[in-house]
């Protein structure tokens, strides 16, 4: 098993260099850089942004600065953000928290809610209680978070003033307070981006157990008098599960990204708003640095998927 | 002595797109105390459909018990609910299903899921279950049963997993056990092993068996008596030898002039006889006598009026307008 692991980390080096090489050619093709603003700024003499310029190696071929980049990054330097004016590493672990807590809580959230439903509907399929799920599902995954975030911070925000709508990093309390502040500004984006994971996952709980139920195993688990609490989670689920846990890794990646969204709407101070400012200030280090960690993330998801395939089907061994 | 199991009048129904479906239309079974009894007919006859209607195992909706009864040792199994049913399941009534490779969780050891049929019915620490198991496993002739009890699955070959089955539904020592066409899906070596040893296991335990099968071969070297299922009907019942000797209905004659015959000499030989056409869709079924498309003494009457089950001779039953004496004389 830990040799299985160690084998795919190390297929994975290959691809995450291929990753980075495609990130940094588009990223050089792409029109600006850190200094752009310079040669447009009158305070600042020509030769400086020059000086400047061929200080940082910004005009010497793509393929130096790939190999400059990639050296920097082997010895653990992440580059510098001349926005920001401090190490992208420290920048990117600065931001880091608000988005696990938020992206965290979120799944979790939809967990609890598409494992239960999912379950339930698909023992008592085209039932009243079904169909309203099913409804639900629908709506639930064809609102785009963009809209639901809009549309719960006119509610709960504008309209009734429940809850914050801008999620504030530094709360001013202490102890329960803060814990208490910390969670009333999550509710929202928390509930926008679980609730949204939530309908997809519910249909593949669902269409999994279906799958699953009708099997011969499941009627040979009832014909042992078992129960249907018993022959539906030890029986039905366990066997429903090995797809979607495959499914929720794989999808993590796209988590992150459909997170990035509901930062910028709720403006959370996490590395997906840190992605958009970058890049909207020609940021390219920090762009550069937090695209390659979430290719990261989905070659490590891809990973986790397996492991846990194998961890779940005993029909499927690691080698 | 009243049977083991009687089922009367049972009809279960599926409802689908196009309707009604009568898969078994007014079937009476009985079986005694330690017999053994077959229950033969070609596919889609009913045979499944009744067998899983006993301990409800049919998917409800869409199947429904429309009408009939199931006394089981006296009691009516029709009006219990799934729950007071489980008390029966594997305690009482045992199943054996058809499709070894797809009929055992793949995800849970064979231990397990023997184990977890005896933690349900009787009051057995984990140990001690385990160790049952183990005996039960050693009974059904698993090698190694010690070691192969924490295997899955798919680490048995089909002939192995339909012994695990055999132990799972003998676990609980039911007094019936329902063995649905156990050796379909098996090789013919592997047959013979598989029905020797539930034979064995049968004056083991002084158990009923209910044999399901389509293979007239197996009926003739293990039943009692034989029940002859044709459309969701019963149509011929009678004990072993007398059915094979003297076959009244003419869809039971078919079937045993169906048997491949190696033991007769070439000049005797003849082509195997087959029975022309298939089994009605049982969506409205016709009239009179579901055969009498298939049949070769076809009469007026048979599309007219429905042929009911009668005593022909003391433990012989059929349901064919055909007089006896006429039957008898036929080709």
């Given at each position: 098993?830990?040799?299985?692991?160690?084998?795919?980390?190390?297929?994975?080096?290959?691809?995450?260099?291929?990753?980075?090489?495609?990130?940094?050619?588009?990223?050089?093709?792409?029109?600006?850089?850190?200094?752009s603003e310079l040669a447009t700024n009158p305070n600042v003499p020509p030769e400086v942004a020059a000086a400047l310029r061929a200080k940082f190696g910004l005009d010497d071929p793509i393929y130096l600065r790939y190999l400059h980049w990639l050296s920097a990054m082997a010895h653990?330097?992440?580059?510098?953000?001349?926005?920001?004016?401090?190490?992208?590493?420290?920048?990117?672990?600065?931001?880091?928290?608000?988005?696990?807590?938020?992206?965290?809580?979120?799944?979790?959230?939809?967990?609890?809610?598409?494992?239960?439903?999912?379950?339930?509907?698909?023992?008592?399929?085209?039932?009243?209680?079904?169909?309203?799920?099913?409804?639900?599902?629908?709506?639930?995954?064809?609102?785009?978070?963009?809209?639901?975030?809009?549309?719960?911070?006119?509610?709960?925000?504008?309209?009734?003033?429940?809850?914050?709508?801008?999620?504030?990093?530094?709360?001013?309390?202490?102890?329960?307070?803060?814990?208490?502040?910390?969670?009333?500004?999550?509710?929202?984006?928390?509930?926008?981006?679980?609730?949204?994971?939530?309908?997809?996952?519910?249909?593949?709980?669902?269409?999994?157990?279906?799958?699953?139920?009708?099997?011969?195993?499941?009627?040979?688990?009832?014909?042992?008098?078992?129960?249907?609490?018993?022959?539906?989670?030890?029986?039905?689920?366990?066997?429903?599960?090995?797809?979607?846990?495959?499914?929720?890794?794989?999808?993590?990646?796209?988590?992150?990204?459909?997170?990035?969204?509901?930062?910028?709407?709720?403006?959370?101070?996490?590395?997906?708003?840190?992605?958009?400012?970058?890049?909207?200030?020609?940021?390219?280090?920090?762009v550069m640095a937090v695209t390659f960690v979430f290719a990261c993330l989905v070659v490590l998801f891809n990973l986790i998927a397996d492991v846990l395939y194998g961890w779940l089907d005993p029909r499927i061994s690691l080698r | 002595m009243a049977p083991l199991l009687e089922i009367?009048?049972?009809?279960?129904?599926?409802?689908?797109?196009?309707?009604?479906?009568?898969?078994?239309?007014?079937?009476?079974?009985?079986?005694?105390?330690?017999?053994?009894?077959?229950?033969?007919?070609?596919?889609?006859?009913?045979?499944?459909?009744?067998?899983?209607?006993?301990?409800?195992?049919?998917?409800?909706?869409?199947?429904?018990?429309?009408?009939?009864?199931?006394?089981?040792?006296?009691?009516d199994l029709v009006p219990l609910t799934s729950n007071q049913l489980d008390e029966i399941r594997a305690k009482e009534i045992g199943f054996i299903f058809q499709e070894p490779m797809t009929s055992l969780n793949p995800v849970l050891t064979v231990g397990e899921q023997i184990a977890?049929?005896?933690?349900?019915?009787?009051?057995?620490?984990?140990?001690?279950?385990?160790?049952?198991?183990?005996?039960?496993?050693?009974?059904?002739?698993?090698?190694?049963?010690?070691?192969?009890?924490?295997?899955?699955?798919?680490?048995?070959?089909?002939?192995?997993?339909?012994?695990?089955?055999?132990?799972?539904?003998?676990?609980?020592?039911?007094?019936?056990?329902?063995?649905?066409?156990?050796?379909?899906?098996?090789?013919?070596?592997?047959?013979?092993?598989?029905?020797?040893?539930?034979?064995?296991?049968?004056?083991?335990?002084?158990?009923?068996?209910?044999?399901?099968?389509?293979?007239?071969?197996?009926?003739?070297?293990?039943?009692?008596?034989?029940?002859?299922?044709?459309?969701?009907?019963?149509?011929?019942?009678?004990?072993?030898?007398?059915?094979?000797?003297?076959?009244?209905?003419?869809?039971?004659?078919?079937?045993?002039?169906?048997?491949?015959?190696?033991?007769?000499?070439?000049?005797?030989?003849?082509?195997?006889?087959?029975?022309?056409?298939?089994?009605?869709?049982?969506?409205?079924?016709?009239?009179?006598?579901?055969?009498?498309?298939?049949?070769?003494?076809?009469?007026?009457?048979?599309?007219?009026?429905?042929?009911?089950?009668?005593?022909?001779?003391?433990?012989?039953?059929?349901?064919?307008?055909?007089?006896?004496?006429?039957?008898?004389?036929?080709?």
């Open positions: 098993m830990s040799q299985y692991v160690l084998r795919r980390l190390l297929i994975a080096i290959p691809s995450l260099l291929g990753i980075s090489l495609v990130l940094f050619v588009v990223l050089a093709l792409a029109p600006g850089d850190p200094f653990g330097d992440w580059g510098f953000s001349f926005v920001s004016r401090m190490n992208v590493d420290a920048l990117i672990l600065q931001r880091l928290p608000a988005t696990l807590y938020v992206i965290g809580s979120a799944q979790i959230l939809a967990l609890l809610i598409a494992i239960p439903v999912g379950v339930y509907a698909a023992t008592k399929p085209y039932s009243l209680f079904d169909q309203i799920a099913n409804v639900l599902a629908f709506v639930g995954f064809s609102l785009p978070t963009f809209f639901t975030g809009i549309l719960f911070i006119l509610i709960f925000s504008v309209t009734l003033d429940w809850l914050p709508f801008v999620y504030s990093s530094d709360i001013k309390a202490t102890g329960i307070r803060w814990v208490l502040e910390m969670i009333r500004q999550a509710i929202m984006p928390v509930a926008v981006l679980g609730l949204f994971q939530a309908a997809s996952m519910t249909r593949f709980v669902r269409s999994a157990m279906l799958d699953v139920i009708r099997l011969d195993y499941v009627t040979t688990a009832r014909a042992k008098g078992l129960g249907q609490a018993k022959v539906i989670v030890k029986h039905v689920m366990r066997n429903a599960m090995i797809p979607v846990v495959t499914l929720i890794a794989l999808q993590m990646p796209a988590v992150f990204g459909g997170a990035i969204v509901t930062e910028q709407i709720f403006r959370i101070p996490g590395i997906g708003s840190l992605l958009i400012s970058s890049i909207l200030s020609n940021d390219t280090p920090v | 009367k009048g049972l009809k279960t129904h599926f409802s689908t797109d196009d309707g009604i479906l009568q898969a078994v239309d007014g079937v009476d079974i009985s079986i005694n105390r330690g017999e053994t009894l077959c229950v033969v007919g070609e596919s889609g006859c009913g045979k499944t459909v009744t067998a899983m209607s006993i301990l409800k195992l049919i998917a409800m909706p869409p199947g429904r018990i429309a009408a009939g009864q199931i006394i089981f040792e006296g009691r977890e049929s005896l933690r349900r019915h009787e009051a057995v620490t984990k140990k001690q279950a385990l160790e049952r198991t183990i005996e039960m496993l050693k009974l059904v002739q698993i090698p190694n049963a010690e070691g192969r009890v924490h295997n899955y699955p798919h680490q048995f070959s089909g002939g192995m997993r339909q012994r695990v089955m055999i132990a799972m539904a003998l676990a609980c020592k039911p007094k019936l056990i329902i063995a649905d066409e156990p050796t379909t899906a098996l090789d013919v070596t592997i047959q013979a092993q598989i029905l020797d040893l539930l034979q064995d296991m049968k004056e083991r335990f002084g158990m009923a068996v209910m044999l399901i099968t389509h293979a007239m071969g197996v009926v003739a070297e293990t039943a009692q008596r034989v029940v002859v299922m044709y459309a969701g009907k019963v149509v011929e019942e009678a004990g072993v030898d007398e059915l094979f000797g003297d076959p009244r209905h003419p869809y039971t004659q078919g079937l045993i002039r169906s048997i491949p015959r190696i033991d007769l000499d070439s000049e005797h030989k003849t082509r195997l006889e087959a029975i022309g056409g298939s089994v009605p869709i049982l969506i409205n079924p016709p009239v009179g006598c579901r055969f009498a498309p298939r049949c070769r003494h076809a009469m007026s009457v048979c599309t007219e009026k429905e042929p009911l089950l009668r005593e022909v001779s003391p433990g012989h039953r059929m349901a064919c307008h055909l007089g006896d004496t006429q039957l008898g004389a036929a080709p």
